[in-house]
Nanobody
Framework: QVHLVESGGGLVQAGGSLRLSCAAS????????MGWFRQAAGKEREFVAA????????YYRDSVKGRFTVSGDNAKNTMSLQMNSLKPEDTAVYYC???????????WGQGTQVTVSS
């Protein structure tokens, strides 16, 4: 059974930084992509960033480019999201996901809350 576990969420002031981590277990993800999504209260879940293990490509939504960096260790099935210059609009529950393509995900974590105060 596949498990994805996020950690690193919390409360931070605007302009601050947080680092989220995701640990995956239960299968080999060497040919997969892993990504981060977020869902703010009352809004739909949205894509944040992803890394494709097959070619090392990274992908970001426009609003986080230059502020967030996704990275990971394929051999250890771990992924991180370094979030800098955080804004109140980044407040959301952040989810880790894994799937065969950066636009297709089969497995999801339970989420970790990120709150950015103004």
């Amino acid at each position: 059974q596949v498990h994805l576990v996020e950690s690193g969420g919390g409360l931070v002031q605007a302009g601050g930084s947080l680092r989220l981590s995701c640990a995956a277990s239960g299968r080999t993800f060497s040919s997969y992509a892993m990504g981060w999504f977020r869902q703010a209260a009352g809004k739909e879940r949205e894509f944040v960033a992803a890394v494709s293990w097959s070619d090392g490509q990274t992908y970001y939504r426009d609003s986080v480019k230059g502020r967030f960096t996704v990275s990971g260790d394929n051999a250890k099935n771990t992924m991180s999201l370094q979030m800098n210059s955080l804004k109140p609009e980044d407040t959301a529950v952040y989810y880790c996901a894994a799937g065969p393509h950066y636009q297709q995900y089969y497995y999801w974590g339970q989420g970790t809350q990120v709150t950015v105060s103004s």
